[in-house]
């Protein structure tokens, strides 16, 4: 798998000890940024911790702006002057406004989200950030939305597995149609056909908890044109904000729609 580098990386040692844990979060970084990655780039990222992840950015955008945000002061030394960090909580909507004002008064290029893996938090980060502070075409990361799942959270919890069964109705239905007499009696075919219909199974059990819940949320926003279609949705009819959004063990890509899609 090839890394992203001003060079190939030598050694696991050269990489930010916060992406060790899923090296593919590292393989997206490289293919969505890497094609733009010697631009201009005004980059944001939420939860820095000691900055082992801005130095590796300070070193792979080599003329890009980059900013960090974390509750806590950042302790590293930036030799470019390109590396500014504050100090705050990514659900701060004025914080937010002033280093976006500050640093990318134009809209930011590059978004990610390594911060409190907490749903709320991220969620209130998010849309903020994406509605008011990233550029159109731009790129937005979510990392470890797999916290939902991990009950040590104050928002995660055990994901508690649905048996797929089939419910009384259905399996009425399955035996009818084994039988054969659907086929051969119509007032019958009417009759399973108004019951499939009609008794389906309309909503699935889901773990929603969490950065999952949030997630999930995301999700609908990708079917924002079949919700507020004017013949079947509601709402008014619109296109998604999203132009694409991938899905990975840990790791969320979205890329904002290039009109902004209203």
């Given at each position: 798998m090839s890394l992203p580098g001003t060079a190939r990386m030598k050694s696991v040692d050269e990489i930010p000890i916060d992406k060790l844990g899923l090296l593919h979060y590292l393989s997206n970084y490289e293919k969505y940024i890497g094609p733009i990655r010697t631009q201009p780039l005004k980059f944001l990222e939420l939860g820095v911790a000691r900055g082992d992840s801005l130095k590796y950015w300070e070193s792979w955008l080599p003329n890009a702006e980059i900013t960090g945000l974390d509750i806590t002061q950042c302790p590293a030394h930036f030799e470019s002057g390109r590396v500014r960090c504050y100090v705050g909580e990514q659900q701060d909507k004025a914080l937010l406004d002033r280093v976006a004002a500050e640093r990318a008064p134009k809209g930011f290029d590059v978004i990610i989200d390594d911060a409190a893996h907490v749903g709320q938090l991220a969620r209130i980060c998010f849309w903020h950030l994406f509605e008011n502070h990233l550029k159109?075409?731009?790129?937005?990361?979510i990392e470890d939305w797999g916290t939902g799942y991990w009950p040590q959270y104050p928002d995660g919890k055990h994901?508690?597995?649905k048996p797929v069964a089939l419910s009384p109705h259905e399996r009425l239905l399955d035996r009818l149609h084994k039988s054969g007499a659907v086929q051969t009696i119509y007032p019958l075919r009417k009759l399973t056909?108004?019951?499939?219909w009609n008794l389906v199974r309309r909503r699935f059990g889901g773990h929603d908890r969490g950065m999952v819940g949030f997630v999930k949320e995301l999700i609908d926003e990708c079917g924002a044109e079949d919700m507020t279609h004017p013949d079947f949705g509601t709402?008014?009819?619109r296109r998604s904000r999203f132009d694409w959004m991938r899905i990975s063990l840990g790791h969320v890509v979205i890329r904002k729609a290039d009109d902004?899609?209203?």
């Open positions: 159109p075409g731009g790129f937005y990361f994901y508690s597995p056909g108004w019951i499939r709402g008014t009819p902004g899609a209203a």
